[in-house]
Every structure is written in structure tokens, then in C-alpha cells.
């Protein structure tokens, strides 16, 4: 079931049932504009995240590289190669991940501009973005 129909002839009849309809297009303009600021925020939200995720990664993996183990005797045994090997290659991997989300993160910017004009047309910063 869609919207009834809202016909400007029937605007100046000004009837009962007109404002009725009137009313029904005005609770889904309403509906529809809380939907849409919830988008906006959940999308702005969800870009911060992945920016953190990022960052949070990244010190991750620069951690995983910068890791050496403290050797007991003169050498490092087999075991703690293998592990040192295991934790530079997983940081390695991890940087490669990382390198494709900021793939991501890079095509994100037009997005986040998008709800930063939609979030407030009006502001300061929307109207730089455009070179207003």
C-alpha cells in the first residue's frame, strides 16, 4: 500500500479527507527524515571506526615487526626463529590488509563528504568542501 494520492485541486476544497491524506505524506516525510539522520550518523560512525581500526592495526603490526626475544646463551634456539619468522610474516600480512582498507578509507572521502553536506547543508565546512 502507497501514499494516497495529493491533488492541488483538492487543496482548496481544504476537506476533511484532503488533510487526512495530507497528514499520512507528512508522518512518512518524517519517517523517512529520522531514517535518513540515522543513516548519516551510523555512516559517519562507521567511517571513524574504520579509521581507528586502521590506526589500532597499523601500531598492531609495527608492534609484531619491532618484537625480538631476549635469547638465553649465545643463540636463538629453533623454536624462537620459527616464532620471530611467524610474527614478522603475520605483520607483513597485516600491513597488507591494511594498505587495501586504506584503499577503502581513500574512496570512503567522497562518502563522508556526502554526509557531511547532507548532516548540515548549511555549515562552514560543507561549504568549503564545495569551494563555495
Known amino acids: 500500500m502507497g501514499l494516497p494520492t495529493l491533488e492541488f485541486s483538492d487543496s482548496y476544497l481544504d476537506s476533511p479527507d484532503f488533510r ?16 535518513i539522520k540515522e543513516l548519516l550518523k551510523d555512516g559517519s560512525l562507521l567511517i571513524g571506526a574504520l579509521r581507528n581500526l586502521s590506526m589500532a592495526v597499523q601500531k598492531f603490526s609495527q608492534s609484531l615487526q619491532d618484537f625480538q626475544f631476549e635469547c638465553i646463551g649465545d643463540a636463538e634456539t629453533d623454536d624462537e626463529i620459527s616464532i620471530a ?10 600491513i597488507a590488509v591494511e594498505e587495501e582498507r586504506r ?11 556526502l554526509l557531511l553536506i547532507a548532516g548540515n547543508p548549511f555549515s562552514a565546512r ?7
Open 20 to 35: 487526512e491524506r495530507l497528514q499520512c505524506h507528512e508522518i512518512e516525510l518524517e519517517r523517512t527524515n529520522k531514517f
Open 85 to 94: 619468522q611467524s610474527l614478522k610474516e603475520f605483520a607483513r600480512l597485516l
Open 103 to 113: 584503499r577503502l578509507n581513500r574512496a570512503l572521502d567522497p562518502l563522508q563528504l
Open 126 to 132: 560543507a561549504a568549503s568542501a564545495l569551494n563555495c
